[in-house]
């Protein structure tokens, strides 16, 4: 008798199928790749936020797996049975779940460096209006200089006035109405350019003032281990205080003030019953005038191009940075989408072919039209597969050429068949 052995370790299991292997791996991946993105959509302590990117990724996973595995599995088999809204429902489901896994993926792995990069541009863009803010300073300080040119020569032409006369024509001199006319303007130079001394103080500090706080700027948007969030809120504080010392630095000019006494300059000045008097003290007036003018046209208001802090950043904003994280946008769409999709259609095709070689669909009968046909040019049935015969019926139902009725007509031949051999 022989002798009876009793196993020593435990059976395996059944095997995985390809199908239940490849979708449990491509879940656990998925859920991998969702706990790491998650945190960075997230706010709160970090014990908090663990929990609840550990919670969701968990389910996510879960809930793909069973989707993505009933689709496969049953939505096809569904669907090659004649099921065609089970074949809709389970494509429909694996595009919604792989879209919400990829969504929220791609987003909380590249949310940092979306963050990083507007942060960077928005330094260039500061830059920029830095750097024409400065420019129009530049340009606002050469009126220092023609100011105080103009206030040099009414002084000289007011003391001229007083000792000889020497714009009334009048020998002996004296304050008389030319005098005063010329002190009048004098003194609203001489006012003009005290302003124009203390704003260009002011714009010196002012200067300064925006070349610290930029670089400021840039080295906390350039710290890797300051946290998003307080990154942000320097940064944004920085922005404001920048915008205010652009806004002092413009103010620091009085423009509009010089405008209007460039403008009064060249108006002139008309003294009663000095008429020649007159047109002399208002060419010097004009010339001075337009050289202030024409110093005022290349200064614009500097301030109200400056560009606005970026909103915090979203879902929606990573997506407008998918062409520059196209690898990772390519990867996630390939494990949570592409692939249960392109599994899905292989597993349809391949139930479908399967199903037609165990019971290919019966043959469709012929249209009343190809019957009607048919019977017309002879006596066919439509299901011969003698081709050779059916030619032949045809060629004898259809009108021969004229050649051939005179050939058969001499030979004897019927209307319909073919040409007799000729009588010996």
């Known amino acids: 008798m022989e002798k009876q052995f009793e196993p020593v370790r435990r059976a395996r299991g059944p095997k995985w199928s390809f199908i239940a292997f490849t979708l449990a791996a491509l879940s656990v991946l998925s859920g991998g790749m969702l706990w790491l993105a998650l945190p960075n959509l997230m706010t709160g302590d970090d014990g908090a936020v663990a929990f609840k990117a550990t919670l969701i990724a968990v389910a996510a996973m879960l809930a793909g797996y069973a989707i993505n595995r009933l689709a496969v599995e049953r939505g096809t088999l569904l669907a090659t049975r004649g099921y065609r809204a089970a074949g809709a429902v389970s494509a429909i489901s694996i595009l919604v779940v792989g879209g919400g896994m990829f969504s929220a993926t791609y987003a909380g792995l590249t949310f940092n460096d979306v963050e990083q990069l507007r942060l960077d541009a928005h330094g260039e863009a500061l830059s920029e209006f830095v750097s024409k803010t400065s420019s129009l300073a530049a340009q606002a300080g050469r009126i220092t200089p023609a100011i105080a040119t103009v206030v040099v020569d009414l002084r000289q ?12 024509g009048f020998s002996g001199g004296g304050n008389g109405p030319v005098a005063r006319a010329v002190l009048e303007k004098l003194g609203r130079a001489e006012a003009l350019s005290q302003q124009v001394i203390a704003g260009a103080t002011a714009r010196d500090e002012a200067i300064a003032i925006i070349e610290t706080l930029f670089g400021e700027y840039q080295a906390i948007a350039n710290a890797e281990d300051t946290k998003a969030k307080d990154r942000r809120k320097a940064l944004r504080a920085i ?11 413009t103010e620091a000019m009085p423009v509009a003030l010089l405008a209007a006494y460039a403008e009064e300059l060249k108006s002139g000045v008309q003294i009663d019953g000095r008429p020649e008097a ?18 005022l046209a290349g200064i614009a208001v500097a301030g109200q ?19 520059h994280f196209l690898p990772v946008a390519a990867i996630a769409a390939v494990v949570e989408m592409v692939f249960p999709i392109s599994l899905w259609l292989y597993t349809l095709f391949a139930l479908s072919w399967a199903l037609y070689r165990q019971a290919p669909p019966d043959t469709q009968a012929p249209s009343a039209e190809d019957v009607t046909f048919a019977n017309l040019v002879g006596d066919i049935e439509p299901d011969r597969d003698d081709s050779r015969a059916i030619d032949q019926n045809v060629q004898q139902a259809l009108p021969l050429p004229r050649r051939s009725r005179r050939l058969n007509a001499r030979f004897g031949g019927g209307d319909g068949g073919h040409p007799r051999a000729p009588r010996r």
């Open 305 to 323: 191009d400056s560009p606005a802090f970026p909103k915090a950043t979203g879902v929606s904003e990573t997506f407008a940075y998918v062409g």
């Open 239 to 249: 922005d404001l205080k920048i915008k205010q010392a652009a806004a002092n630095l």
């Open 278 to 295: 007159s047109a002399k003290v208002s060419a010097i007036m004009r010339q001075h005038g337009q050289t202030l003018s024409r110093l």
């Open 157 to 168: 032409k007011y003391a001229c006035e007083l000792s000889e006369s020497c714009l009334s």
